[in-house]
Nanobody, 117 residues
């Protein structure tokens, strides 16, 4: 069982920045593919960014050039640096850990990001 705890959400003005963190309890964190998803009110959950075990990254088109995902395997933590935030980035952001070998997924409880003036 893997527990994920997100932090760093809050209220920010348009154009501002936030950094989200996700701390994992996984014993072998480096073997998990990590991702950040978000869900806005009335919308489906969507992938924002992912990072492979080898550090390869992928992003939703809507956040390319503005968001950066990274991981620190020693700290068992994944980050999402968000810049040039827009009101449409407002959502609950969830951390996901995927085990390719087991085919299992774990989710955090989410952290709310509100972009508003």
């Amino acid at each position: 069982q893997v527990q994920l705890v997100e932090s760093g959400g809050g209220l920010v003005q348009p154009g501002g920045s936030l950094r989200l963190s996700c701390a994992a309890s996984a014993t072998r964190f480096s073997l998990y593919i990590m991702g950040w998803y978000r869900q806005a009110p009335g919308k489906q959950r969507e992938l924002v960014a992912g990072i492979s075990t080898g550090g390869l990254t992928n992003y939703a088109d809507s956040v390319k050039g503005r968001f950066t995902i990274s991981r620190d395997n020693a700290k068992k933590t994944v980050y999402l640096q968000m810049s040039s935030l827009k009101p449409e980035d407002t959502a609950v952001y969830y951390c996901n850990a995927h085990s390719p070998s087991m085919g299992t997924d774990y989710w955090g409880k989410g952290t709310l990001v509100t972009v508003s003036s």
